[in-house]
């Protein structure tokens, strides 16, 4: 009797253990689905906005000759863009950096390094954001608050370095492939204007083929009645900086 007694009060043991253990699993998924959903919402591929607006991104790290072309047109168009700018780049080309600048066109942070960010450690990714930070703090004077990944090559040290130095990732929908040889103006063109959608983001860089193929893709896009802005223009945030719905 005394034997059955013991045996059912380790069953009950075992039983309550159990069910202890399946609780805290399940809390612990729920936490984990929770990071995984606060991870995504900062890794934008396009905007949070049903509005008819198109962001133009344009990711530098060469290209200096083209560059003023494009400040040109978007000047004469009266739009303003998002220039995201290697640290490595604004080092050496501080007065060209500032002319961007002064057209009032937006800075992101694109990595001090031109690397594969996707490759590397938490640690190197912070200190080549950081550093990019930097440079640009240094030469504007400003904070920038987006983060685009060369190549759009990240990981999850890429997320969390960029989360603890107060950035969001920014990739693209559209994508003009303008950097490949084979990328003519009439290509670029078909890429933005076949996949133009409200709240998306356009990757583009500074080659002669992009300069040929702006007019175009303004007017057109102006046509189909699109704004074309910045990043910021497409993401809304609640005032205590969540994202809103």
Not at 203 to 209: G, I
Request: proline content about 2%; glycine content about 6%; charged content about 25%.
């Amino acid at each position: 009797m005394k034997i059955l007694y013991i045996k059912k009060k380790n069953m009950y043991v075992f039983v309550t253990i159990l069910i202890i253990v399946i609780l805290v699993l399940i809390m612990y998924s729920i936490y984990l689905n929770k990071a995984k959903k606060t991870f995504k919402r900062d890794i934008f591929y396009e905007g949070n906005t049903n509005e008819k607006i198109i962001a133009f991104t344009c990711n530098v790290d060469w290209g200096n000759e083209y560059i003023p072309q494009m400040l040109e047109i978007f000047e004469n168009e009266e739009i303003k863009i998002t220039f995201f700018i290697t640290g490595r780049w604004a080092d050496d080309n501080k007065d060209l950096l500032k002319e961007i600048y002064s057209h009032g066109h937006e800075i992101g942070n694109h990595g001090y390094y031109h690397k594969e960010y996707g490759k590397l450690s938490y640690e190197i990714n912070k200190n080549e954001i950081e550093k990019c930070d930097e440079s640009i703090n240094n030469i504007l004077g400003i904070k920038c608050k987006y983060f685009a990944p060369p190549s759009g090559s990240y990981n999850d040290n890429t997320i969390r370095a960029a989360r603890d130095l107060n950035y969001d990732i920014i990739m693209w929908s559209i994508d003009t492939i303008d950097w490949r040889e084979d990328s003519t103006s009439e290509k670029i063109i078909s890429r933005v204007l076949t996949k133009a959608n409200n709240s998306g983001i356009v990757l583009m860089h500074p080659t002669e083929n992009t300069v040929r193929a702006l007019p175009v893709i303004i007017k057109s896009l102006k046509e189909e009645g699109y704004t074309i802005g910045r990043v910021s223009d497409i993401i809304k945030k609640a005032s205590n900086g969540s994202i809103e719905n």
